[in-house]
C-alpha cells in the first residue's frame, strides 16, 4: 500500500462520546516531556537558591529564665521550656536541677521555631522560582492540538448488506456506515441537538440519543426530540482498490445532501 493511500486502522477519535477532545499520545508524550524539563529546572534552582543559604544552626540565646522558686513544687518537672530551649527544669528534694533534653544515645533533636520558619520561608522562595520557571518554560510551547487523520476505510460493498448500519467506527472516528436502497451514507454520531453521541437501536431501526431523547431514521433524519436538524453526513467514496473511504474532513449538512461525496451509489 503506498503512503499516499487512506489507513485501514483509524486512531483514537479527535473527540469522545460527549463532543469532549481526549488525550492522543502524541500530545501526552509532549506534555509529559514539558514537565520533565519544568522539573528539571525547578530542581536545579532550588538546589541554587539552597546554596545561597549556609548550613547554620540558628540555635536560641542560652541564657534564660524559668521563672522563681516559689513556682514550683518538691518533685515538679517543667517541661515548658523543652521546645524553646531543649532543657527541663526540675524540683527535687535537694534543690533545683536543669537537664538537657537531648537523648545520650543518639542525641536526638527537636525542631526550634526559629529554624523551622527559616526552613519554610527557604522553600516558599524555592516555589516562586519553580512556578516562574515552569511558566516560562510553557510559554515556550505553542497550543497545538495534534488531530488524527481523518480519512479511514470502512470496508468494501459487499460486506454491507442493504439496510446495514454499521457501529464498528463510532469509537474510534465517531461515524455510522449506513447502507440503503440508494446507496452509502456515512454518518457522524453527533446529535444536532447539544452533541451527544447517539445509539443505533436495531429493534426500532433508529438512532436514538441517549442524552435528552432525539431520534433520527436510520438515513439521519431527526423526526422527534429536541434535535433541530438530522445528523451530519461525511464524505464517503470508493478507491482504485475497491475499498469505501470515509473522509470526517467534508461534511454536508442538511440542504448540502445533493453535493458529491455525500451519497455512494452503487
Known amino acids: 500500500m503506498s503512503d499516499n493511500q487512506p489507513r485501514t486502522a ?10 469532549g477532545n481526549i488525550w492522543y499520545r502524541r500530545s501526552f508524550l509532549g506534555l509529559a516531556g514539558l514537565w520533565a524539563v519544568a522539573a528539571i529546572v525547578g530542581v536545579t534552582l532550588v538546589a541554587f537558591v539552597r546554596a545561597l543559604f549556609p548550613r547554620v ?14 513556682d514550683y513544687a518538691v518533685g515538679d518537672v517543667n517541661t515548658r521550656f523543652v ?22 544515645h543518639l542525641g536526638c533533636t527537636i525542631w526550634y521555631r526559629r529554624s523551622f520558619l527559616g526552613l519554610a ?6 516555589a516562586i522560582v519553580g512556578v516562574t520557571a515552569v511558566a516560562f518554560v510553557r510559554a515556550l510551547f505553542p497550543r497545538v492540538l495534534f488531530e488524527p487523520p481523518t480519512v ?9 448488506a442493504v439496510g446495514d448500519v454499521n457501529t464498528r467506527f ?3 472516528d465517531r461515524v455510522f456506515v449506513v447502507r440503503s436502497s440508494e446507496g452509502f451514507v456515512a454518518l457522524l454520531a453527533r446529535c444536532t441537538h447539544l452533541g451527544c453521541t447517539p445509539r443505533w437501536l436495531e429493534l426500532e431501526r433508529k438512532f436514538k440519543c441517549p442524552c435528552h431523547g432525539s ?3 436510520a438515513e439521519g433524519v431527526n423526526f422527534e426530540g429536541p434535535a433541530p436538524s438530522p445528523l451530519v453526513r461525511v464524505a464517503i467514496s470508493v478507491d482504485e482498490n475497491g475499498f469505501i473511504v470515509v473522509d470526517r474532513g467534508r461534511q454536508f449538512r442538511a440542504g448540502e445532501w445533493h453535493q458529491k461525496g455525500a451519497l455512494l451509489r452503487l
Open 215 to 217: 431520534g433520527y431514521t
Open 121 to 126: 520561608g527557604l522553600w516558599a522562595v524555592a
Open 83 to 104: 521546645e524553646t530551649d531543649r532543657v527541663f527544669v526540675v524540683r527535687t528534694s535537694e534543690g533545683f536541677i536543669a537537664l538537657l533534653a537531648r537523648c545520650t
Open 57 to 70: 544552626l540558628f540555635e536560641p540565646s542560652t541564657v534564660f529564665r524559668a521563672g522563681r522558686p516559689e
Open 170 to 172: 463510532v469509537e474510534t
Open 10 to 19: 483509524p486512531p483514537m477519535p479527535a473527540e469522545g462520546r460527549d463532543g
Open 152 to 160: 479511514f476505510r470502512a470496508g468494501r460493498p459487499e460486506d454491507y
